[in-house]
């Protein structure tokens, strides 16, 4: 009788312990912030860097198989670049000579990624608000350190996107263009 309910006392205590971890660990999953399940998301950019002011359309298309990729055009149709995760790393499949250098492809190709999976680098710190939303990551990193803010959100995904590399006096920002989704790219 005793060493039943010993037993009895272990596998509760095991199923107890089992259920506290399980719950645990989905308190810390990170939410998808870029919702490209419909198609791709198209998003108005305005890139400040220094004294220099750029804008266009930025189209982010995550819903295939192979990777995830990024298109930013201007608003008079022009490609700026065209960039494709691949594995760990990036492929081109277009860039204008102007920004056609390896850190700066880099920068753009990890913010992004990280928009697209924002649990894609390991060194990230979340910041969520009462609710449990994401409200803002930071990406340590020497000159490459990474803030991005989300705001304005509309059934459960921000509307606009604030990417801001102190160091490098660059920021980002992104709003989502509303009725923008088309068939992936």
């Known amino acids: 009788m005793m060493r039943n309910l010993t037993s009895i006392s272990l596998v509760v205590l095991v199923l107890l312990t089992s259920c506290s971890t399980v719950r645990h660990e989905k308190n810390n999953v990170i939410p998808v912030v870029i919702d490209t399940f419909g198609g791709v998301k198209l998003y108005d950019l305005n890139l400040s860097y220094k004294d220099v002011d750029f804008s266009g359309i930025l189209l982010l298309d995550g819903g295939n198989d192979i990777g995830d990729r990024f298109?930013?055009?201007?608003?008079?149709?022009?490609?700026?670049?065209?960039?494709?995760?691949?594995?760990?790393?990036?492929?081109?499949?277009?860039?204008?000579?102007a920004i056609n250098h390896r850190k700066v492809l880099y920068l753009l190709w990890s913010d992004f990624s990280i928009l697209m999976k924002p649990d894609y680098f390991k060194n990230i710190k979340y910041s969520f608000d009462e609710g449990g939303k994401l409200v803002s990551l930071t990406r340590s990193g020497s000159i490459t350190k990474t803030e991005?803010?989300?705001?304005?959100?509309?059934s459960g995904y921000p509307q606009e996107i604030e990417i801001n590399h102190p160091y490098l006096h660059l920021n980002i920002t992104l709003n989502k263009i509303k009725d923008g989704s088309t068939e992936s790219l």
């Open 148 to 154: 991005i803010y989300f705001k304005d959100f509309l």
């Open 71 to 97: 298109v930013l055009t201007s608003h008079f149709g022009m490609t700026v670049f065209d960039i494709e995760t691949e594995g760990n790393g990036y492929k081109v499949h277009y860039v204008i000579p």
